[in-house]
C-alpha cells in the first residue's frame, strides 16, 4: 500500500496499481508522440513535439501537427478518459460489468438532440451539433433520474429507466433521419457513430473543463465508492453517507458521459471496456478509477490511429473500430458466463 | 374459464374495430359504407375504393401479422427467461434482422423482398442464440437487468456494425433507413402470403409447446420429473421465437416493445396461464400495432410517422415505468 497526499485528499494505492498507472502513462506518452508524427508529410519528432505546444516551427508542421493532429489527438485522449471514468463509476455503482452510459439512454439523447439540429439548422458547425447533443444528453438524464428517483437513486432502476428512455430517444432520431434529404441523413449518420476528426483546440479545451470540473468531486467519493461495494450496509457501518455518495458519483457519471458525447458524438463501448480491462491489469478488489481513465484515454487514441489508418475510400468514424474492441470482450463475456462464471 | 373467454371476445372485438380504424383513416378519411363495399364488391372506378383495396389492405394485413407475431414472441422469451424484460426488440433479434438484411442490401445478394426475408431469419436466428447465451445462462440467470443490458449491448455492437456499412454505401443508406422505422407502407406489392402461413405456424406450435414451457417455469427438477425434455423445448421455443421476431422484422422493419408491453398487459388481465397468454398476446400485439400505425397516420399531418417510431414511443415510456414500480430485489 501507497499513499499519495495532496493536501486534504489522499489516495490510497496498492504497489501493483501505481505501477501499472505509470506504464499506462508512459504508452499514452508514446501513443500520443506516434499520434502527431503519423501521416502524409514527414516531420520530425523534435518539430512535432515544438508545433504541438504552438512553438512556431516552419510552414507544414504548424499547421498539420499544431491545428490538425495535435488537437485530434488530445480530443480523443480527453474524451477517452471520460468515458472510462464514467464506466467506472457506473459499473461499481451497480455491481454489474456490463453497465456502461453507452447503453442507459444518455448517447441515444445526444444523438436525438444532435439529429434535431442538424435537421432544423443543418450542419452549419460542429458547435451547433454539440450544442444540440449537449441538450439532448442532459434532457434524457434529468428524464431518467426524475423515473428512477425514489427516496434516493437506486442504480438498477437508473439503468432500466434509461434503457427505455434510450429507445423513445432512438425512435425519435429515426423518425428526424426520415425526414431529411439523404446526404443530410448521411452526414447525421457519421455523427451518429462517433468521431473525432476536425476537432480543434476549442474542443479541446471544453473537454479539458468538464474533467476538471467533474474529477475533483469523483476522486472525493472515491473510497466511498470502493466501499459501497461491499455493500450497503457495510458502507454504513463504516461512516459513509451512502445515498448522498451514490447521488453524487450518479450525477457525475451522467455528467462525464453527456461531455464526451457532446464534443465527439457518441463513441461506444469505451466506457464498456476500459473499466474491466483495467481492473484485471491492476488485480484490484474494487473500481480502480483513474487505471480506468487512463485505459480510455489509451483505448480511444490507439481506435483512432487504426482509423486513420485503414485504406477504405472513405475514412471511417473512429466509433466503428471502438466497437471492433468491444465486440470480442461481450463474447468473452458470452463464453464465461455460458461456463457457468459471474458476469 | 370463462372470465378469460369474456376477455379474449373483448380482444377480438378490440382488433375489429383496430383494423376497420386501419382501413378507414388516414390522410384520406374514408367512411365505412365505401370501405365494405371495396371489401366485398369492388367498383375499380372509384378512387376511394381503390385506395382501400390497393393500399390499406395490404398495409392492415401486415399490421396484423406483425404486431400478434411480436406479441407472442414476447410472451414466449419472458416465459422462457422467466424474465418479464425479454421482448425481441429489446434483446436485439431484430437488431440482427436488420443488419443481415443491410449486409444483403450491400453486397448486392438481397435486394429484393424475396431473399430479404431468408436473410432476416438468418440475422434474427444468430441474435437470439447470442443474447440467450449472455444474458440467460450462467450464475446470475434470471435477473432481469442483466437481460436487458445483454440486450441493448448487443443491440450497439449491431448498430455500429450497421452504420459502418451504411457509410460505405451510399445508396444502401436510403433503401435501409426507411426500411428501419418500422414503416408498413411501400410495401404493398409484396406477396405475404410466406410469411402469413410462417406466423400462423409458429403460433401454433408455440400453443403446442405452451405446455412443456410452463412446466419448465416450476423448476427445472419439477419439469423433468413430469417427463418434459428440457432441452428440447428450450430449442424448440428459442427457433419459434426466430420465426416470429424475423417473419416480423421482414414484415414491417424493427418493431420495438410491443413484445414487452402486450404480454405484460395481457398477463394482468389473464394471469399466468401460457396458452390463454398466447392467445391474448396475439389478439392484442395486432390491435397495437394497427392503433400505433393509424396514430402515426394522422399525427403529424401531411407526413406519416412510421409504426416502429410510434410503439417505440409508447413502449418506451411504459418500460421506464415498469422500473419505477419494481421493487429493488427484483431486479
Keep these: 500500500m501507497r499513499t499519495l497526499t495532496l493536501g486534504p485528499v489522499g489516495i490510497t494505492t496498492h504497489r501493483r496499481t501505481f505501477a501499472v498507472g505509470l506504464i499506462m502513462s508512459a504508452a499514452l506518452a508514446a501513443l500520443l508522440v506516434f499520434a502527431l508524427m503519423q501521416g502524409q508529410s514527414n516531420i520530425t519528432v523534435l518539430d512535432s513535439l515544438r508545433a504541438a505546444v504552438g512553438i512556431p516551427v516552419g510552414a507544414p508542421a504548424d499547421f498539420i501537427v499544431g491545428q490538425v493532429r495535435a488537437p485530434r489527438a488530445l480530443t480523443a485522449v480527453l474524451v477517452g478518459a471520460m468515458l472510462g471514468l464514467s464506466g467506472a463509476i457506473l459499473q461499481s455503482l451497480t455491481r454489474n460489468p456490463l453497465a456502461s452510459p453507452d447503453f442507459i439512454g444518455i448517447s441515444a439523447g445526444a444523438g436525438a438532440g444532435a439529429v434535431l439540429t442538424l435537421w432544423l439548422v443543418g450542419a452549419t458547425s460542429l458547435w451547433v451539433t454539440a450544442a444540440g447533443a449537449a441538450v439532448g444528453a442532459l434532457t434524457v438524464a434529468a428524464l431518467i433520474f426524475a423515473l428512477s428517483f425514489k427516496r434516493g437513486i437506486v442504480p438498477l432502476r437508473l439503468i432500466l429507466a434509461g434503457i427505455g428512455m434510450g429507445f423513445v430517444a432512438q425512435a425519435a432520431t429515426q423518425y428526424f433521419l426520415t425526414r431529411m434529404d439523404v446526404h443530410e441523413a448521411s452526414n447525421a449518420l457519421g455523427w451518429l457513430v462517433g468521431s473525432v476528426t476536425g476537432r480543434t483546440w476549442t474542443h479541446v479545451t471544453v473537454a479539458a473543463a468538464v474533467l476538471a470540473i467533474l474529477l475533483p468531486p469523483v476522486l472525493w467519493h472515491a473510497r466511498a465508492l470502493r466501499t459501497m461495494e461491499m455493500g450497503d450496509d457495510a458502507a454504513r457501518a463504516l461512516g459513509i453517507r451512502v445515498a448522498a455518495a451514490r447521488g453524487m458519483l450518479a450525477v457525475c457519471s451522467v455528467l462525464l458521459a453527456a461531455g464526451a458525447v457532446a464534443i465527439t458524438g457518441p463513441i461506444g463501448f469505451i466506457a464498456l471496456v476500459a473499466p474491466a480491462i483495467a481492473l484485471r491489469l491492476t488485480r484490484n478488489a474494487g473500481v480502480t478509477l483513474i487505471p480506468s481513465a487512463l485505459m480510455g484515454a489509451l483505448l480511444l487514441l490507439a481506435a483512432d490511429q487504426v482509423a486513420q489508418m485503414m485504406p477504405t475510400t472513405v475514412q471511417l468514424p473512429v466509433g466503428v473500430f471502438t466497437a471492433a474492441v468491444g465486440a470480442p470482450y461481450l463474447l468473452w463475456l458470452v463464453w464465461r458466463a455460458s461456463r457457468g462464471g459471474p458476469a | ?331
Design chain 2, 1 to 331: 374459464m370463462r372470465k378469460r373467454a369474456v376477455i379474449a371476445v373483448l380482444c377480438l372485438v378490440a382488433l375489429g374495430v383496430a383494423i376497420a380504424l386501419s382501413l378507414a383513416v388516414g390522410s384520406r378519411s374514408i367512411d365505412l359504407g365505401t370501405v365494405w363495399q371495396a371489401l366485398t364488391d369492388l367498383d375499380p372506378q372509384d378512387p376511394e375504393q381503390l385506395i382501400v383495396s390497393e393500399l390499406r389492405v395490404s398495409r392492415t394485413v401486415i399490421g396484423v401479422l406483425a404486431g400478434a407475431a411480436l406479441g407472442v414472441a414476447g410472451a414466449l422469451m419472458q416465459s422462457l427467461t422467466r424474465n418479464p424484460f425479454a421482448d425481441p426488440g429489446l434483446l436485439g433479434i431484430n437488431a440482427g434482422a436488420a443488419l443481415a438484411v443491410v449486409i444483403g442490401l450491400a453486397t448486392g445478394l438481397a435486394t429484393s423482398y424475396a431473399t430479404q426475408v431468408p436473410v432476416a431469419f438468418v440475422g434474427a436466428g444468430l441474435a437470439a442464440v447470442l443474447v440467450y447465451a449472455i444474458g440467460a445462462r450462467g450464475a446470475a440467470a434470471g435477473a432481469p437487468v442483466r437481460l436487458a443490458l445483454a440486450g441493448v449491448a448487443l443491440t450497439a455492437l449491431i448498430s455500429s456494425v450497421t452504420y459502418a456499412i451504411l457509410l460505405l454505401n451510399d445508396e444502401t443508406i436510403e433503401q435501409y433507413r426507411l426500411w428501419v422505422a418500422g414503416s408498413l407502407t411501400g410495401r404493398q406489392n409484396y406477396d405475404v402470403t410466406a410469411l402469413a402461413w410462417i406466423v400462423v405456424v409458429a403460433i401454433l406450435a408455440g400453443l403446442v409447446a405452451s405446455r412443456q414451457l410452463q412446466a419448465i417455469a416450476l423448476g427445472e427438477d419439477a419439469a423433468r420429473a413430469l417427463g418434459v425434455s428440457i432441452g428440447t423445448t428450450r430449442t424448440a421455443i428459442i427457433l419459434i421465437v426466430t420465426l416470429l421476431a424475423g417473419a416480423a422484422t421482414a414484415a414491417a422493419g424493427p418493431i420495438v416493445f410491443v413484445g414487452l408491453a402486450v404480454p405484460h398487459l395481457a398477463r394482468a388481465l389473464v394471469g399466468a396461464s401460457l396458452p390463454w397468454l398466447l392467445v391474448i398476446s396475439a389478439l392484442g400485439g395486432a390491435a397495437l400495432v394497427l392503433v400505433c400505425d393509424v396514430i402515426g397516420r394522422v399525427i403529424a399531418p401531411p407526413g406519416e410517422i412510421g409504426v416502429g417510431i410510434t410503439t417505440a414511443f409508447i413502449g418506451g415510456a411504459i418500460f421506464a415505468l415498469m422500473a419505477r414500480r419494481m421493487k429493488v430485489v427484483e431486479l
